[in-house]
């Protein structure tokens, strides 16, 4: 088969429905006046005309509340729930997709998440292209994840008016397209599909001031910028921020146990580094108290410790967290005010050096 097929829009229902028949599929649905990814029964409660989803496909394959075990310490038994089932999740947008690319990468290197390797290898991505910016927050050009991530999709979509053009990225991809609507793409599809994506670029701007890759040293720079304890007097340890991010991943674990305190499940949920209790220890010892600590190191993680670790940035640049925080915090403000005072001190300093000199 072609690199490339043509799926008329009026078969997409058909489509949709074939899949559901063998697949659980998530797909973006309307809820309380947006969006979300969530199990459908049917094509008619999908709407890819979203703009963006409340919360990211991450959830599909980590749960916001995860089983991991159950135990039974009479008998002394553990049972782990590494349960997966085939999954395809329809309609993830280019920076969406670079987000599970990152944590593909996290969670199959050094102590491998059998959780989620399981859930991901039973999980079809079916990627839906964005033709305009999702929202006036999204900065998704500036972290160069406006493309779709190529080793993340099995199929990617590109709306073409009365069709969609499908490129075919895997090999579980091709198999999604043996539905009898497709057909392949011709030369004609194919200019059309090229024109529709060169039109897309000019409504996508840049919004940061600086490169994505001066984000590292910039940020390292930065560590002692007083420009943390104005955020810190902003911000609500609501954790809004982290909760919408579609690359967080830290999370608490809780045990329920019976009365007899012999046997219990654990599970773990989502949880957010910027709340007040969550780096609290043994002791009552709270290692980043401040709201500002606290800040610096959400910004430090998604612009140099993600990309010390795995030589990608930790942020995609959709601006969910920007649309969720409720005191207007942005990363594009915050990298931007940190790449403004660099060039500052850089010049304060050159013209130091020069003054001093005979």
């Known amino acids: 088969m072609s690199r490339f097929s043509i799926l008329p829009k009026a078969k997409l229902a058909e489509w949709i429905d074939w899949l559901i028949g063998e697949y659980r599929v ?27 989803t409340l919360l990211p496909p991450k959830k599909c394959i980590i749960p916001q509340r995860e089983l991991l075990y159950s135990y039974d310490l009479g008998g002394m038994r553990l049972k782990a729930n590494v349960q997966a089932t085939p999954t395809v999740v329809f309609g993830v947008h280019s920076c969406d997709q670079h987000a599970l690319r990152l944590f ?26 964005c033709l305009s910016p999702c929202t006036d927050q999204s900065f998704c050009r500036s972290m160069g994840t406006t493309s779709p991530a190529p080793d993340v999709f099995d199929l990617h979509l590109v709306d073409l008016g009365q069709d969609y053009c499908i490129e075919i990225g895997t090999a579980g991809g091709a198999t999604l397209t043996q539905f009898s609507g497709f057909f392949a793409a011709s030369d004609v599809d194919l200019e059309r599909r090229n024109h529709v994506l060169q039109q897309k670029w000019e409504r996508f701007p840049y919004r940061l001031d600086c490169d994505v890759t001066d984000l590292p040293p910039l940020l390292s720079h930065a ?8 955020l810190g007097d902003q911000c609500l340890a609501c954790g ?13 674990i809780d045990d329920r146990v019976n009365l007899t305190l012999t046997e219990g499940q654990r599970f773990r949920s989502w949880d957010s580094c910027q709340v007040n209790d ?25 612009g140099k410790y993600q990309y010390d670790a795995n ?12 649309t969720a925080c409720l005191v207007h915090i942005t990363p594009i403000s915050t990298f931007n005010e940190l790449w403004r005072q660099k060039l500052e001190q850089d010049s304060a300093r050159k013209n130091s050096t020069e003054e001093g000199q005979p």
């Open 26 to 52: 998530f797909a973006p649905r309307r809820h309380q006046g947006g969006h979300t990814f969530a199990p459908i029964a049917s094509a008619v409660e999908v709407d890819l005309t979203y703009a963006q």
């Open 104 to 129: 593909d990468r996290i969670f199959s290197h050094g102590f491998t998440d059998q959780h989620y390797r399981l859930q991901r290898e039973q999980t079809l991505i079916i990627g839906l292209d």
């Open 223 to 230: 560590y002692t910028s007083s420009h943390w304890q104005t």
């Open 240 to 252: 809004m921020c982290t909760q919408v991010c579609p690359t967080c991943y830290c999370f608490n």
């Open 278 to 302: 969550f780096a609290m220890v043994a002791g009552g010892h709270n290692f980043r108290e401040k709201r500002a600590a606290r800040q610096r190191h959400r910004f430090m993680r998604k």
């Open 311 to 322: 030589d990608m940035v930790g942020c995609v640049g959709c601006g969910r967290c920007a």
